[in-house]
């Protein structure tokens, strides 16, 4: 079983367009991902039946009992993160200031306030459209330990690859350099770095293979839009030349890929001036590459 981790050091170069693209491609041999937990949209392409779900708890959240308190006022004279204030004559928590450290539990005289498990997300495992199954995760709104539940999307992923007998895990990463992304590249097999021509698309490949370089792990490269700015594109193939990244390949800007988003489907559902040869090109390249 191999696990190919597909990530970009920066938002809107289509990484989760090209990831959904080789899961239609990979079909039944495949397990599907989306460990983009913050930003979590690969179910628009892949139409999940979202099966079964279950709720994410990580981190604590402080809670005050107002009946045992007797507002002394000493939890929020310590709470370094000033995630304690009186409202109406009663002290609260801010559940977004609160870090659940748990100091103001310690202190407090009449033992009034407790630390509880938080419900960060929910994930879920779901039948999709290609007849095989993705894992996927919703991170609440404000809410930390994106990391954990990347971990916890990727480890019942790689159960059920196994239990399956699945040949490939396809993940898609989060954009950044970020704890989620460190849990994405765990255990990765290859990395699919996918970028696009502009300074920072250049600035931001760079500093995400600074961190697959520390991981000793194997990457390629596709450079999606290249045709946008020439110069950039000849900068990026001479850094991954320089790098010894395998350059997958160069893809054209087509607003097929934006079409084809609104209808809900991948790029490779329709053919449009060569990309799906192409995108499917790719996808035989890293199997090679891995194999």
């Known amino acids: 079983m191999k696990e190919i981790v597909v990530i970009s050091g920066k938002g809107g170069t289509g990484k989760t367009s090209i990831t959904a693209s080789f899961a239609y491609l990979g079909g039944a041999d495949v397990v599907v991902a989306d460990c983009d937990v913050d930003a979590a949209d690969m179910h628009l392409l892949l139409q ?23 507002q002394c006022g000493k939890c929020a004279e ?23 450290c748990g100091y103001c539990a310690r202190i407090c005289p009449t033992d009034a306030i407790e630390n509880l498990s938080m419900n960060v997300g929910k994930w879920y495992i779901s ?69 696009e021509p502009s300074v920072s698309g250049l600035h931001d490949l760079k500093r995400v293979y600074e961190l697959v370089h520390k991981f000793n792990l194997k990457a390629g490269c596709i450079i999606n839009k290249s045709d946008i700015n020439e110069k950039v594109s000849e900068e990026i193939e001479a850094f991954l030349r320089e790098e010894n990244i395998l350059h997958i390949t160069n893809l054209p800007y087509d607003e097929q890929f934006t079409i084809a988003m609104t209808n809900g489907q991948t790029i490779v559902e329709s053919d449009s001036n060569g990309l799906k040869q192409k995108i499917a090109d790719s996808w035989d390249k890293i199997k090679q590459t891995i194999n």
């Open 48 to 70: 999940p039946d979202f099966a079964r779900g279950e709720d994410f708890y990580s981190g604590e959240l402080a809670k005050i009992h107002p009946d045992k308190c007797t």
């Open 78 to 100: 310590i709470c370094r993160f000033d995630a304690i204030s009186v409202v109406d004559g009663l002290h609260i928590v801010d559940p977004l200031s609160c870090e659940g």
């Open 127 to 195: 039948k999709i459209k290609t007849g095989s199954i993705m894992v996927h995760a919703k991170l609440g709104i404000g809410a930390d330990n994106s990391g954990k539940l990347v971990a916890k999307v990727k480890n019942e992923a790689k159960r059920l690859a196994e239990e399956t007998n699945k040949e490939y895990i396809i993940v898609d990463g989060s954009p950044g350099i970020g704890c989620p992304v460190v849990s994405s590249l765990s255990g990765a097999s290859f990395v699919v770095l996918v970028t």
